[in-house]
């Protein structure tokens, strides 16, 4: 005799098969893929998570060249590429091609995750004629310090998203206690020779920096940066000042001209 499912076990069935699926998809979300990640090593000399004297990586799949504008995004302390998730999504419909850099906040100097990022950036720009950098936090001061070692060829624009540029003070606070599992935060602080307020900005390159007005841990004054080209205040936190609408528009807007308004003036937003 033909076995027979009852009308309850097919509904536990699919519930279970869609709880499933449910769980799948938080995990891919929260994990970004192989081809954005960059896993640091334990050893120094391979932060970005390839071993000592690796053979290049393919920079693209085999095909036609891929002539977009690329956008390499690194994500902020303590976070991972996933953060940058939501920016990167917007910036790829505007046609830009985007790599989300990640790198562990636990171990490494800034100099070192400058190091990685630049090694990063050299294996992936394939054919863009451009390459652009949008950081978040100590991402912008990595992303500074990749500049200062050695600019990548076809440099664009840099928008800084909450650059504690000239230190911090929430750093100054929390790097005696957080400094042994967090080295970087010990780079951010407000004293004269830290990395934050040494590192040289390359001439040339045209930076644009995006803070926020209730940002409690970089307070807008340790934005600014001399030799920026456009500076503006929105009305955000910290932790997700990527997440918004208005900073989209923003960065999207100097990514193109160089400028966060058509004047090319500094502009503020409520």
């Known amino acids: 005799m033909p076995t027979t499912t009852s009308g309850g076990g097919a509904a536990r069935g699919r519930w279970l098969r869609a709880l499933g699926l449910v769980g799948l998809g938080a995990l891919l979300a929260a994990s970004p893929s192989a081809a954005t990640q960059v896993r640091p090593a334990d050893a120094p000399a391979s932060v970005d998570g390839r071993g000592p004297g690796a053979a290049p990586r393919a920079l693209e799949r085999p095909g036609a060249p891929d002539t977009r ?100 003070a929430s750093a100054d606070r929390w790097a005696p206690v957080l400094g042994g599992v967090m080295p970087p935060i010990r780079e951010l602080r407000t004293r004269p020779g830290s990395t934050a307020r040494t590192l040289p900005l390359p001439e040339g390159v045209e930076v644009g920096i995006i803070a926020g007005a209730r940002d409690r841990k970089v307070r807008v004054a340790e934005t600014q940066l001399p030799g920026a080209r456009d500076h503006v205040v929105v009305g955000g936190f910290h932790t997700f000042l990527m997440n918004r609408p208005d900073v989209h528009r923003l960065v999207r807007a100097f990514l193109r001209h160089g400028s966060f308004s058509p004047a090319g003036t500094s502009t503020a937003t409520p």
Do not use: C
């Open 69 to 168: 504008e690329l956008v390499v995004l690194v994500h902020g302390m303590g976070r991972t590429p996933a953060s940058m998730w939501v920016l990167g999504r917007r910036l790829e419909k505007d046609g830009y091609r985007v790599v989300r850099f990640g790198y562990s906040s636990t171990r490494w100097s800034v100099a070192e995750l400058g190091a990685a990022l630049g090694r990063t950036v050299a294996r992936r720009a394939g054919d863009a004629p451009r390459v652009h950098f949008v950081g978040h936090s100590l991402g912008t001061v990595v992303i500074r310090s990749m500049l200062a070692q050695a600019p990548p060829e076809r440099t664009g624009r840099v928008v800084m998203l909450a650059p504690p540029n000239q230190g911090s």
